[in-house]
C-alpha cells in the first residue's frame, strides 16, 4: 500500500482502491513518494527462528545463531546515510521506530525506479519484546492492511526511512 514513487508507469492507479484498513495508528499509511519514508523495508523469516520467533528465541544454540534483530542494506544505503556494519540503527515508519544493528551487504542493492535511486533494506520479523536484549518487533514499523477480498494482513514490505542510532536503549 505504500510506494516510493508518485506515479506508475503502467497505470494511473498506485494501490487497491479497495483494500481493507482500521483506524489505529498501526493504520496510517504514508503518502505516496512520501519523503519523509523514502527507503522500501521488505520483512523475512529466518531458518534459525520459526516464524514471530516466539518458539524459538530461548533455545541457547539458535539465540547464538541470530541472536539480535537486525537490518540489512546495501553498501551505497550505508556510505549515504554514514552508517557502518555493526552500527546500531534506528528504522522508522509513519507508524512507528525499531533498534536494530546494521548488516551492509551486497545482498541488497539499490533500484533506479523512473531515473531515481530507491533503497531497499531487509529486516527479519522473528524478534520482539519476550527476550530482553534481543531487539524491538519489526511489525511495529509494518502497515496494517487487508487484502480486499480475503482481509488477510499484508506485513510484508512499507516504506521507512533509516538513521545511524546516537545510543541504542535495548541492545547497548
Known amino acids: 500500500m505504500e510506494t516510493p514513487i508518485s506515479l506508475h508507469p503502467f497505470s494511473k492507479q498506485l494501490s487497491s482502491p479497495c483494500y481493507k484498513s482500521g483506524s489505529s495508528d498501526m493504520d496510517r499509511l504514508a503518502k505516496p513518494a512520501d519523503p519523509a519514508y523514502p527507503i522500501v523495508l521488505t520483512t523475512y523469516n529466518l531458518t534459525e527462528h520459526w516464524c514471530g520467533g516466539g518458539e524459538t528465541r530461548n533455545v541457547p544454540n539458535l539465540m547464538e545463531a541470530e541472536p539480535q534483530l537486525y537490518v540489512e542494506m546495501s553498501p ?7 552508517i557502518k ?4 540503527v534506528i528504522v522508522e515508519s509513519i507508524r512507528g521506530k525499531a533498534e536494530a544493528i546494521a548488516m551492509v551487504t551486497v545482498r541488497l542493492r539499490p533500484f533506479k525506479i523512473q531515473g531515481k535511486i530507491v ?3 531487509g529486516m527479519p520479523f522473528c524478534f520482539g ?3 530482553p ?6 511489525n511495529r514499523l509494518t502497515s496494517s492492511v487487508g487484502d480486499p477480498n480475503t482481509t488477510i494482513s499484508e ?9 545511524k542510532a546516537d545510543k541504542l536503549t535495548e541492545l547497548s
Request: glycine share 16%.
Open 155 to 163: 506485513y510484508k514490505a512499507c516504506c521507512v526511512n533509516i538513521r
Open 129 to 131: 519484546w519476550t527476550t
Open 133 to 138: 536484549g534481543c531487539g524491538d518487533a519489526t
Open 76 to 82: 551505497e544505503l550505508a556510505r549515504e546515510k554514514g
Open 119 to 121: 533503497h531497499e533494506i
Open 85 to 88: 556494519n555493526g552500527d546500531g
